[in-house]
């Protein structure tokens, strides 16, 4: 496990309440399945995978920094997406690479949801596909990384 990428997940806010949480928006996978589902993407990329949920935004910023030795970083920072100047701070500080992640299509709903302030922090953004989001998050972050 040495020599393999390490790379951090952060699903933000309400992420805990998939499967019951609007359905037609966010699906109807759990929270769990998700993670089972990166776990198993994380095995066949051949790499580590830490994974991590919080509904607060000092948390999310403490797991940046604790784990800023990380390869990369896969967020979906949720409803901090639109507000957080702070998580935007911690990614730069750390000088980790990221990719912001959303299930849902941030730019075809509400005019609010379309202005990212964690994005110009992130070598990109992926939204609209699910839980497989942060499986295409994953293989972005992995190329990324081995291409810089």
């Known amino acids: 496990m040495g020599d ?3 790379i951090l997940v ?10 019951t949480r609007e359905p037609g928006i966010y699906g109807n996978l759990t929270l769990e399945e998700v993670d089972n589902k990166i ?3 994380a095995s066949d990329f051949d790499i580590e995978v830490s994974i991590y949920q919080s509904n607060n935004e000092g948390d999310i ?5 604790k784990k800023r030795d990380y390869n990369g970083l896969v967020i979906n920072p949720a409803a901090y ?9 911690a990614i730069i500080a750390c000088k980790i690479p990221a990719v912001e992640v959303h299930i849902s299509n941030i730019h075809g709903r509400e005019s609010f949801r379309k202005n990212s302030l964690i994005a110009p ?3 990109g953004q992926i939204s609209g596909f699910g839980y497989y ?3 295409l998050g994953l293989q972005a972050i992995i190329d990324y990384i081995k291409n810089s």
């Open 4 to 6: 393999r990428l390490k």
């Open 10 to 19: 952060i699903h933000g806010p309400n992420i805990n309440l998939l499967g």
């Open 39 to 41: 776990k198993t993407a």
């Open 61 to 65: 910023i403490d797991v940046i920094q």
């Open 81 to 89: 997406t639109h507000t957080s100047v702070a998580i935007y701070d």
């Open 121 to 123: 922090s992130c070598v």
């Open 133 to 135: 989001s942060y499986i």
